[in-house]
């Protein structure tokens, strides 16, 4: 890694697959005009890794590129997944596996609505921050599918903070086939997390966070989520709010302005960030942030799109305001300002046809990148 202070930073960039090489390149671009407006220098490291890599050589991600990745100030991602490759291999393989390794606990995913951006639901503006747990939940990878009747596996986790050892047997009668997912939620992990979300609230002014839970139907897990997160809220004089995550959805539709920062386990966090790029405007400019205390992952919301692949439609946005996430943790708070007004200023300027595809206008991909680096100024 380079030295601290020197404004030379080192990004590894994994573009993926179908849009995501097509919107990380705008990102790139965009970065390159803040870098040059603000005095700084970017060095991209491009890695391979994703659908084409893996059907021409048989690797998901090796263990010496998270070295690599290691020794950068961050990763740039477009997007993983391509209906050529089984659901799951590349997903879980390249982007949590890279979510885990680096116990990049916080997912944040700020749900913003920008100028001439259309939202589908009654409000005049929408400012909601998804803060969501990155390791654990259903997402750890741990159980089985057995077709006899009767199965075991293991539950072996290992984290940063934590190693987990466990032991599933199922036996079934009559012996029909079954599978199991299995969810963990440990208190530290719920315990950081919420003190992110509180400094998150904190920060915007605000002095309630509401937690998606789902404790009257998953009462072991989500009843301890409630439990922990309370105390930990209350530790940071913050107010936490309870939800039923379905119920939350549907006050999120009918009234999205009455909310701040939202809380979730990680299973929730997907779906609701979904939801809240719908009702924001579109996948195609929500943006995110993979946070943890050691290399952060910058990537936006939206997977990699193989209906609009290669068709030049794929909105950009998404990936530049990633990249604006990455220029503020990098320390460059100016240049990620000025990038998302630069996206502030396009699109209050743009005639219809300048909007990109997704809001009715015909500009390709490259020309929003283009107007966007040309709207970004010190
Ligand atoms: P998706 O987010 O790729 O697409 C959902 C819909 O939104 C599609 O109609 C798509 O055209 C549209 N869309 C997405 N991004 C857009 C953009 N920038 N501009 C305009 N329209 C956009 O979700 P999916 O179809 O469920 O998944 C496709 C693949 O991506 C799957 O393999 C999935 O596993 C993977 N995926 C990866 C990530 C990631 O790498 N972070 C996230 C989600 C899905
Ligand atoms: C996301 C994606 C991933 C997730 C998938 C591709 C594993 O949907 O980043 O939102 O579920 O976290
Ligand atoms: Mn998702």
Redesign the pocket.
Known sequence: MTEKGTRHYKIACIKGDGIGPEVINEAIKVTEKAAEMFGFTVEWTDLPYGARHYLETGEVLPDEALNVIEKHHALLLGA??DPSVKPGIL??GI??KLRFHFDQYV?LRPAKSFPQVPLPVKADAVDIVVVRENTEDF?IGLGGRWNEGQGECNLNLERNSYNMTGHLKLELTPSYSAAAQVGVATEGAVRRITAYACKTARARGEDTITLASKSNALSWIYGFWEDVSKDEAEKHGMKLQVANVDALCYHLVRDPSKWGVILTP?MFG?IV??LLAGIAGGLGVAA?ANIGDGLSMF?P?H?SAPDIAGTGKANPVAAILSAGLMLQHLGEEEASKAVEKAVRSYLEGASKEKLPWEFGGQASTETVGDWIAKEIQP
Do not use: A, M, P, R
């Open positions: 993983i997944g997903e879980q982007l949590l997912n997402y990680n997907d960030s979904d995110g990537e919301v997977g």
